[in-house]
């Protein structure tokens, strides 16, 4: 089992709909990343978070360090807002763990 | 603007050939990252360093070698004795802060197609 499962793997919405990306895992962290990779394969980071949770704009990111469990909220998302989206795990090592990804387009 | 460089984008080698990817940083961060990216799977960790002229092995670093000579350049080495060296290679960067890493700055990637 990995460490860090992402769901959905892939997930296709209309322009202004409101996206969910949750992330689960399965150690215990010091802090979790939300990232974005663009279609060129660049990665910016979103939020890193260790309790709560933390808005950017029309991006929310949640965690639940009980359940070991983070979601990544877009609300009115936009066409832009299409890439892969990507959530890593600090554990006790200090290293990142990465999931799989979560491949978003937004139709317009 | 500070930040991560990545050379070049894309590269192409012929197998058998060694390949060096440059990686270059002028956060004055102190840890430096090279992951390797595959279809369909997260990012995998090749080798790290954090502080100049030490680093450590990741969990693929079979194939590969680094040196960490400056703080600022961290370059990755593919040598032939890497089996399967086509991939999305991305260098990233972050500060120690009393001993923990903080958020992570990622360059914009390259990619390795050995032919």
């Known amino acids: 089992k990995n460490e860090v499962e992402q769901s959905p793997q892939n997930l296709t919405a209309q322009e202004g709909e409101f996206i969910t990306i949750n992330c689960s895992y399965s150690v215990g962290i010091s802090a979790l990343h939300w990232l974005q990779q663009h279609p060129g394969g660049g990665i910016v980071s979103l939020f890193m978070?260790?309790?709560g949770k933390k808005k950017h704009g029309r991006l929310i990111a949640t965690i639940n360090i009980q359940e070991k469990h983070s979601s990544l909220h877009i609300t009115a998302s936009h066409p832009r807002d299409s890439a892969v989206y990507i959530c890593?795990?600090?554990?006790?090592?200090?290293?990142?763990?990465f999931g799989s990804g979560t491949q978003l387009t937004v139709l317009p | 603007d500070g930040g991560i460089t990545q050379s070049p984008k894309y590269l192409f080698r012929k197998e058998g050939q060694n390949v060096t990817l440059s990686c270059e940083q002028n956060?004055?961060?102190?840890?430096m990252y090279w992951y390797r990216q595959d279809p369909g799977q997260g990012l995998r960790l090749i080798y790290y360093?954090?502080?100049?002229?030490?680093?450590q092995k990741g969990d693929i670093a079979e194939g590969y070698s680094v040196s960490r000579e400056k703080k600022e350049s961290f370059p990755l080495t593919v040598t032939s004795a890497q089996k399967n060296p086509t991939a999305f290679y991305l260098c990233?960067?972050?500060?120690?802060?009393?001993?923990?890493?903080?958020?992570?700055?990622f360059g914009q990637g390259t990619r390795l197609t050995v032919v």
């Open positions: 890593a795990v600090r554990g006790s090592a200090r290293q990142l763990t």
């Open positions: 990233a960067s972050s500060i120690l802060r009393e001993g923990r890493n903080t958020e992570a700055f």
């Open positions: 956060l004055n961060h102190d840890a």
């Open positions: 978070l260790s309790s």
């Open positions: 360093s954090q502080i100049v002229n030490d680093f």
